[in-house]
């Protein structure tokens, strides 16, 4: 019996075997099918060859806008899409899932607006490996060396243009020096809020140094001036503290730098809230109250990263790497993400105060109408 | 209708418990090849199926131990903060103290088994109800995580990533396909073919009814032949990439934890628990340890599920684990488990894991919108549930009930399939 049974084993075991070794000729190009794109990036692919696009959860609505603008532009552009934005609930493996579909249908760009930029690894290589270029959208993804290019607006620059604007804002209100204002920065877990204060502190250090700038509280190292998770509370209640310890007398504040618009307008809710005049408060992302605070004279400036510009240059990207010449790229060395330096193409932002904000928002539909009168 | 039966009989049940498997895998194999259509042969690529496994082996591991727990009669709704908490303790240990990764497995694992052992502790011997226990741990652990990490992702090393990323090395001669995977896949068969026959000897020696052979042979001749094609899809994917680690993982994890359910005294022993707990605990089940020990080993599972994510992700980030046990749960009853416990096999629960774990990446493929793919999912569990419920309830014929009848422990058993006769005490109520 036991000799019958390991013949058999034997037996259909070898004609398994058979099975495996007839298929070789007809599997020998089934790997193909999954990297149908193994041809070099460089040389260029078909003009209607598939573009996938993996953003994050719909929860702002700017990532709403840029999902329309990259669905249309593609499609104005010829090439097939396919936009995806990852679940509100379970972004990240939502997001991971996406890009092996994409490759797995044979994108040949991939555009990434990541959810976690460090956790992307194992599908960027996947997508490399399948000849897919990898473009990393407005969030650098770092933890691995098979990004292709970023292209971001330039964050060093809405820094420098933050700490110009507070010292026009301050020049302009009270024309004769020294100025007393107090730093603001994002919140530590997050790599561009970093850049975001280098990049004002590269304008301010200077007048600080000459003694034209004095901060009020000495606080001017990026850990005393974080705010945690970029919370509008935790910026109000340090701004509260710092007008009872170092404000609370008739010592007056006339400029705050706030890394973005949230909480620029904690900072001003916080100072009406102790009596004081509002000083010059700089912001960021011309969010919809911002652009109205600012219209009423209240917040100073903001900044405005328009998201059709950047869509459209990304669009511009794929179209170069579709006809095989190599994409423009403004930045070869800035943009370390730990495993290699990705050429990046960086957008200007722009500085929006009461005064050009018509002109620079005339082309969207929704802070134009806030601008007019 | 009585040959039909004989037929039936003979193809999926009776024989082997092993081959009752084939009902539940109709639903499975109706899903791929619709993709497979839809998608015009994308489904069935190895590419695809590479990525399936590789992005749904954590969800299926969770479904083997939440199975064990739904059957006890409970329900673990920590399972993701569990997981997304070893993550980032094991992420932080290897970052901080430069632990080698297998240490850092080991410390996972310890972890899981701790957490597991307060839960089961609460549930077991104190009597809190799971729901409440596993909820405090949903908020607990998840609040852990994100004051352990600060809410910051924390990358892990190379050597760790494979158990979530790595594929077997390509070892011997250039066949075009990668010869570990074809060897595993060769064993595979020899495994089934090997059941299979000495199923039929015991049966013989037991001088039960015998299936025709050719029966048998039909028998071998499918699950060969899927296992010949699911071998060499992938084996045959790109270059460097092969079955992944983390599937390897989840198969020998499937074996093994069906041998306990099905096999075993103390797998049996759950069974009791979760029919009738009375009737268990007075035919000399303990309660409390089958309790304390199947909510232990969901956390220990979900500690692995966690960290074979991290792996994949190659970092541990403070959105981990986010709606896992939902995943697990609903595979779980989609493979015919029932919400008041006693009924369910892990076989079953795989396949419900890989009926939801299809659909989504079929839904994907077509470029389907994750707002649309989360009401389909919800729709199917609802329908696949309700269906048979209702058609039940009718006293008709149940389309899944018939499928998945190889799955419940109603129908008459088999002589081998019966080891300890507590299990029988604990059945008995809830038949039918």
């Given amino acids: 019996m036991r000799k019958y049974l390991t013949r058999s ?25 999954g990297a149908s794109g193994s041809a070099a990036p460089a040389k260029g692919f078909a003009a209607d060859a598939l573009i996938g696009v993996a953003l994050p959860s719909k929860t702002s609505e700017n990532w709403v806008l840029a999902g329309d603008l990259f669905t249309n532009g593609l499609k104005e552009a010829g090439f097939t899409s396919d936009v995806q934005y990852a679940g509100a609930s379970t972004t ?6 996406q890009i092996s579909a994409m490759v797995t249908k044979g994108a040949k760009v991939i555009v990434i607006g990541a959810t ?36 971001a607006f330039d964050n060093f620059k809405v820094g420098q243009l933050q700490g110009q604007a507070l010292l026009d804002g301050m020049k302009a209100k009270k024309p004769e020096g020294p100025w007393t204002v107090e730093l603001f920065s994002g919140s530590p877990d997050d790599n561009n809020s970093g850049v975001f204060f280098n990049g004002a502190m590269d304008v301010l250090k200077p007048a600080i140094d000459s003694g034209d700038v004095v901060v009020g509280s000495g606080q001017t190292d990026i850990k005393q001036t974080a705010i945690q998770g970029w919370k509008a509370e935790n910026a109000q209640s340090r701004m509260d503290s710092l007008l009872t310890s170092t404000y609370n007398g008739d010592k007056k504040l006339d400029g ?37 605070s600012i219209m009423a004279g209240e ?17 511009g990207m794929v179209k170069s790497l579709q006809a095989g010449t190599e994409p423009t790229i403004n930045d070869k060395d800035s943009y370390d993400n730990g495993q290699k330096v990705v050429p990046a193409y960086l ?24 601008t007019q009168g | 209708m009585s040959r039909i039966k004989d037929l039936q009989k003979n193809l999926f049940g009776g024989t082997t418990s092993n081959a009752r498997q084939f009902g539940m895998i109709f639903t499975l194999v109706a899903i791929v090849l619709l993709f497979q259509i839809w998608t015009d042969g994308l489904t069935l690529t190895s590419g695809n199926l590479i990525a399936v496994v590789s992005q749904y082996s954590y969800i299926l591991i ?12 409970h329900i673990d709704l920590s399972v993701g903060s569990v997981a997304a908490f070893t993550g980032i303790v094991v992420a932080k240990a290897m970052q901080e103290f430069s632990l080698p990764w297998p240490v850092g497995i080991l410390l996972g694992l310890a972890v899981g088994a701790l957490i597991g052992a307060w839960q089961g502790f609460w549930v077991a011997y104190v009597g809190v109800p799971a729901f409440i226990v596993t909820l405090a741990g949903m908020l607990l652990f998840r609040g852990g995580n994100q004051y352990i990490g600060n809410a910051d992702t924390v990358p892990v090393s190379e050597g760790f990533r494979t158990i979530g990323a790595g594929f077997l090395p390509e070892v011997g001669p250039d066949t075009g396909y990668n010869n570990l995977t074809l060897l595993l896949g060769l064993a595979a068969c020899a495994g089934v073919i090997w059941r299979e026959l000495k199923s039929r000897q015991t049966r013989r020696e037991m001088n039960a009814d015998v299936a025709p052979m050719w029966i048998s042979v039909l028998r071998m001749a499918v699950m060969v032949g899927v296992i010949v094609f699911a071998t060499l899809r992938f084996a045959g994917g790109r270059v460097g990439t092969s079955l992944p680690i983390s599937g390897i993982i989840l198969i020998v994890l499937v074996l093994a934890y069906s041998h306990y359910t099905r096999n075993t005294i103390g797998g049996r022993h759950i069974y009791a628990v979760g029919g009738n707990s009375r009737a268990a605990e007075l035919s000399g089940v303990k309660l409390r340890r089958v309790n304390f020990l199947v909510m232990m080993n969901m956390s220990v599972l979900a500690a692995l599920a966690g960290m074979i994510f991290v792996a994949r992700s190659s970092a541990s980030g403070p959105q981990d684990g986010l709606s896992w046990e939902l995943d697990a749960i609903a595979a779980v009853f989609i493979g015919g488990a029932a919400v008041s416990g006693g009924l369910g096999t892990i076989s079953g629960s795989i396949v419900g894991g890989l009926v939801m774990a299809l659909l989504n990446n079929g839904l994907q493929l077509e470029g389907v919108g994750s707002d649309m793919v989360q009401i389909i999912k919800g729709l199917v569990l609802l329908l696949a549930v309700a269906f048979d419920v209702y058609n039940k309830s009718q006293g008709r014929f149940s389309i899944i009930g018939s499928l998945m009848r190889p799955f419940r422990r109603d129908d008459p058993p088999p002589p081998t399939d019966r080891p300890s006769p507590a299990s029988d005490a604990g059945k008995a109520p809830v038949a039918g």
Wanted: charge should be negative; charged fraction near 20%; include cysteine.
């Fill in chain 2, 62 to 73: 969770l479904a083997i131990g939440m199975l064990m727990v739904i059957v006890a009669g």
């Fill in chain 1, 256 to 292: 705050v730098l706030s890394p973005n618009d949230t909480l620029a307008r904690a900072i001003i809710t916080s100072v009406k809230g102790a009596g004081k005049d509002i000083p010059v408060v700089t912001g960021q992302d011309s969010e919809v109250e911002s652009v109205k």
């Fill in chain 1, 347 to 370: 957008l200007p932002p722009v500085i929006v105060t009461k005064d050009n904000a018509a002109e620079s928002y005339a082309n969207d539909p929704k802070l134009a109408p806030l």
């Fill in chain 1, 299 to 315: 917040q100073y400036s903001t900044i405005n990263k328009d998201t059709r510009k950047l869509v459209a240059e990304t669009i």
């Fill in chain 1, 116 to 151: 976690d930029a460090a956790q992307l690894t194992t599908q960027v290589k996947q997508a490399k490996e399948a000849g897919a270029v990898v473009i990393a959208y407005d969030r650098l993804i770092t933890n691995t060396p098979d990004v292709d290019y970023y292209i």
């Fill in chain 1, 92 to 97: 990240v493996a939502d997001q991971q899932a």
């Fill in chain 1, 9 to 33: 084993v034997a037996l259909i075991g070898a004609v398994a075997l058979l099975t495996l070794s007839a298929c070789f000729s007809e599997r020998e190009g089934a790997p193909a099918a």
